[in-house]
Antibody, heavy 123, light 106 residues
Framework: EVQLVESGGALVQPGRSLRLSCTAS????????MSWVRQAPGKGLEWVGF??????????EYAASVKGRFTLSRDDSKSIAYLQMNSLKTEDTAVYYC??????????????WGQGTLVTVSS | SYELTQPLSVSVALGQTATITCGGN??????VHWYQQKPGQAPVLVIY???NRPSGIPERFSGSNSGNTATLTISRAQAGDEADYYC?????????FGGGTKLTVL
């Protein structure tokens, strides 16, 4: 059974950093691309970023709203995807979901999602 | 940047057919995916690549895509279908979500 479990969400002050983890199980993590999607309270889904599998370069893509502040990475030996968030702003407050793409590269749907982890940016 | 437009809300009588649209410039040339999200839960994929259903999704869910509009159709609507629905595409190397549609089953 495919499972994605996010962790690391917390209350953090503006300007600080936070790293989220997405621990995967039930599939060969290294074969798949992963993405992060967030949802601010009462709002819709907003894509954050995407990381391809190592077979496709392990390259990343980012939404304009987080580019230069957020970094996606992956540790295939541990089946974990990371989201490093720097220079956090109050508008980054959201539930952060990790999601799997059914291939190692971009252009596809997200077939499995984690349950989300809440990040609150406030002084 | 590419934009997807969805109605804020759609209502359907129990047992009838609900139609949720997703508008975008020449969206017919893209693969459209649809997600269902119930309160307090993670999104669930219900239609991928315009018209394909993942395993476990009822046949009552169907999708189409042509021109400037993609459509999610829910036949014989049930109370359990009440949720927010989001369309999604890739545009170049970025992911775009529609604003979401709240489906109410009356």
């Amino acid at each position: 059974e495919v499972q994605l479990v996010e962790s690391g969400g917390a209350l953090v002050q503006p300007g600080r950093s936070l790293r989220l983890s997405c621990t995967a199980s039930g599939f060969t993590f290294s074969d798949y691309a992963m993405s992060w999607v967030r949802q601010a309270p009462g709002k819709g889904l907003e894509w954050v970023g995407f990381i391809r599998s190592k077979a496709y370069g392990g390259t990343t893509e980012y939404a304009a709203s987080v580019k230069g502040r957020f970094t996606l990475s992956r540790d295939d030996s541990k089946s974990i995807a990371y989201l490093q968030m720097n220079s956090l702003k109050t508008e980054d407050t959201a539930v952060y979901y990790c999601a799997r793409a059914p291939r190692g590269y971009s252009g596809y749907e997200f077939d499995y999602w984690g349950q989300g982890t809440l990040v609150t940016v406030s002084s | 940047s590419y934009e997807l437009t969805q109605p804020l809300s759609v209502s359907v009588a129990l047992g009838q057919t609900a139609t949720i649209t997703c508008g975008g410039n020449n969206i017919g040339g893209k693969n459209v995916h649809w997600y269902q999200q119930k309160p307090g839960q993670a999104p669930v994929l219900v239609i991928y690549r315009d018209s394909n259903r993942p395993s476990g999704i009822p046949e009552r869910f169907s999708g189409s895509n042509s021109g400037n509009t993609a459509t999610l159709t829910i036949s014989r609507a049930q109370a359990g279908d009440e949720a927010d629905y989001y369309c999604q595409v890739w545009d170049s190397s970025t992911v775009v979500f529609g604003g979401g549609t709240k489906l109410t089953v009356l």
